[in-house]
């Protein structure tokens, strides 16, 4: 596998709302789309930084696995994203390489995007998402 670049980077919040100020007026980036991801329970909040994003998290559920995060670590880094130009054909390699995968087969995030998740267990401690552009 050979990522073209870091796609996004998943950082959990409590609110996306009291984060708003920090990224719109001191970073100066402009939220371009806020989306709810029923099944994962998570409101997410987009800005773009040359062609990687950071997508804020924010759990609309308790037993949401952002709530759980921050119940565990605190707000902060949750997740780094790398794209890749073919998803299934990463994930086998991966697991080829031995590497513990979260979802075996590629499935729906945010913005349309076929996800996978690689295991932190694998990936020295920090979850990794995989994405492709559909
Ligand atoms: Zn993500």
């Known amino acids: ?15 996306i709302e009291a984060c ?10 402009k939220c371009y789309a806020v ?17 990687t994003k950071i997508e804020l998290l924010e ?7 952002i709530a759980k995060f921050i119940e565990k670590k605190g707000e902060g880094v949750h997740h780094i994203a790398f ?3 073919n998803l299934v054909e990463a994930l086998s390699e ?3 390489q031995g590497v513990q995968l979260i979802d075996k087969q590629p499935r729906k995030g945010a913005e349309g995007l076929n996800i996978a998740f690689l295991h932190p ?7 990794t998402e995989l994405c492709e552009h559909p």
């Open 83 to 85: 794209a890749v130009d």
């Open 94 to 96: 991966t697991e080829k």
């Open 121 to 127: 267990k694998s990936t020295c401690s920090v979850l």
């Open 1 to 15: 596998m050979k990522p073209t670049h870091i796609e996004h980077i998943g950082i959990a919040v409590k609110s």
């Open 35 to 51: 989306e709810e991801v029923a099944d994962q329970k998570v409101k997410t909040a987009f800005f773009m930084v040359g062609q």
């Open 59 to 65: 759990a609309t559920s308790e037993d949401s696995t």
């Open 20 to 29: 708003l100020p920090y990224y719109e007026n001191v970073l100066g980036l």
